[in-house]
């Protein structure tokens, strides 16, 4: 099974500071014939089910605001959050579908205000 | 409204078994690639299992820890997917999500609410 490992587990930001989560992948999610990275991140509030920001390494969701941005490609992806709001606290999620299941998820960063 | 609500979930023993439901609306299941992901208290996530649309063969399948307990199912009639658990065990304690898997497949755009499960002695 594919294992991706976040960093940090947590981290305190500032608001309107940056905020970046990275996650490496124990093998590559690129897929070569069709050019894609089959990687995505989720914002989990508590008490919440996780939501979609991010698939494909770098493709907003629809409605996710412009400043949660991904990058990487590979083994080593991250999750920015270029202006960090309050209603921003939250845990994330990087999780891997490249190819077939299992599907699996980083451990979680835990984000919050400084 | 586009929505997935899971309901089925409480306390039993060890060994139990119990069936999770999760009916859509504004979606068709059977057009759909569902999948069930869980949340043990205060961890993280954890995809279960998952069948494939109708049109893509309705293939099923599973994670190792739940392969060969677990069952997924649908009901085209319902509009619902099912999990079926059987033997379960204390460390399948968690908050079961029903999700769509969208945007290329394999990762999961649409979310129920999930239901607790607990199994305890």
């Known amino acids: 099974d594919i294992v991706l490992t976040q960093s940090p587990d947590s981290l305190a930001v500032s608001l309107g500071e940056r905020a970046t989560i990275n996650c490496k992948s124990s093998q590559s999610v690129f897929y070569s014939s069709n050019n894609n990275n089959y990687l995505a991140w989720y914002q989990q509030k508590p008490g919440q089910p996780p939501k979609l920001l991010i698939y494909?390494?770098?493709t907003r969701d629809s409605g996710v605001p412009d400043r949660f941005s991904g990058s990487g490609s590979g083994t080593d992806f991250a999750l920015t959050i270029s202006s960090l709001q309050a209603e921003d606290v939250a845990v994330y999620y990087c999780q891997q579908y490249y190819k077939s299941p299992p599907w699996t998820f980083g451990q979680g960063t835990k984000v919050e205000i400084k | 409204e586009v929505q997935l609500v899971e309901s089925g979930g409480g306390l039993l023993k060890p060994g139990g078994s119990l069936r999770l439901s999760c009916a859509a609306s504004g979606i068709s299941v059977t057009d759909a690639w569902m999948s069930w992901v869980r949340q043990a208290p205060g961890k993280g996530l954890e995809w279960v299992g998952r069948i494939k649309s109708e049109s893509a063969g309705g293939k099923i399948e599973y994670a190792a820890p739940v392969k060969g307990r677990f069952t997924v199912s649908r009901d085209e009639s319902k509009n619902t997917v099912f999990l079926q658990m059987n033997s379960l065990k204390i460390e399948d304690t968690a908050i079961y999500y029903c999700t769509r898997e969208g945007k290329g497949f394999g990762n999961f755009d649409l979310w129920g609410q999930g239901t607790l499960v607990t199994v305890s002695s």
């Open positions: 494909g390494a770098s």
